[in-house]
């Protein structure tokens, strides 16, 4: 068989000049700062979204949101999310009122999908690199949740948010949240709500309750206290997940928290 010659291809080399024009790409440096937790799952509510209206997105809310998450990232923790539906749907709400409760559950998934984009686009703005992950395909939309895929945006420095709460009905976000920080192997729950912890009592409605600094997850549910679902806190408990409530209106508490600061209350054996 005759063999003949492959002719060498010369490309053309490229103009220094030209590539002196190129901006060089560059990630923003973060320096990691002494924290106690060094990955965290915060679960924001639905409502903190939406502030003083009724319903909906507050867009100046949603924006401060954002920046104050940037200041906890930019001390190098690694950061999931979990935020609710309640300001657009809630599906335990929908099916007191004789809706089916399976559908109910459904379109408070979706709800959830609305503020995961909603926190994805005020991050994004702020330049934090952020990911959508959802446990109900929406593939146009957002990713799929695979658990190692959130291990791997963590590790390279993204905001990871879990949106569509399991994908399964009679599953809060708060049972969410808590699966979700098990996953992605977490070192604390922050739940941040408009109270400043855990009282013996709703402190809206009663003058005289009491803030706890620390509680038992044995006594958050045996109190019934509500401050999250008693399947969260079971698995949380089941897990050695310690749970930190704080109010999110004050500003810095969730950096605060995270550096090992006594804000809210603490969850815990």
Not at 65 to 83: N, P, Q, R, S, Y
Not at 111 to 128: F, H, R
Not at 163 to 168: E, L, M
Request: glycine share 6%; proline share 5%.
């Amino acid at each position: 068989m005759l063999l003949l010659p492959i002719r060498q291809c010369r490309f053309p080399t490229p103009d220094i000049a030209y590539w002196n024009l190129v901006p060089p790409v560059t990630r923003q440096a973060v320096t990691p700062q002494p924290v106690k937790y060094q990955r965290i799952l915060l679960k924001l509510s639905g409502e903190a979204l939406a502030a003083n209206q009724q319903f909906g997105l507050n867009p100046e809310r949603v924006a401060e949101l954002a920046t104050e998450i940037k200041e906890v990232w930019e001390t190098g923790v690694d950061i999931g999310m979990v935020v609710g539906g309640g300001n657009f749907f809630r599906g335990v709400a929908a099916a007191a009122r004789s809706m089916d409760r399976v559908t109910a559950d459904h379109m408070g998934m979706l709800a959830t999908v609305i503020n995961a984009l909603a926190m994805q686009d005020a991050l994004e703005k702020v330049d934090v690199p952020v990911r959508v992950m959802t446990a109900i395909h929406l593939q146009q939309v957002a990713e799929p949740y695979i658990r190692r895929r959130a291990m791997r945006h963590l590790e390279k420095r993204r905001v990871a948010i879990f949106a569509g709460g399991t994908s399964n009905p009679y599953f809060s976000t708060d049972t969410a949240a808590a699966l979700r920080a098990l996953e992605i192997q977490a070192n604390v729950v922050i739940k941040a709500t408009g109270v400043d912890g855990v009282y013996d009592k709703d402190p809206r409605k009663h003058a005289d309750a009491v803030r706890y600094e620390t509680i038992s997850y044995q006594n958050v549910l045996a109190q019934a206290l509500g401050v999250m679902d008693a399947s969260a806190v079971a698995m949380c408990r089941d897990n050695k997940l310690p749970i930190v409530v704080l109010n999110l209106s004050g500003r810095g508490n969730i950096k605060r928290a995270v550096e090992g600061e006594a804000i809210g209350t603490l969850i815990a054996d």
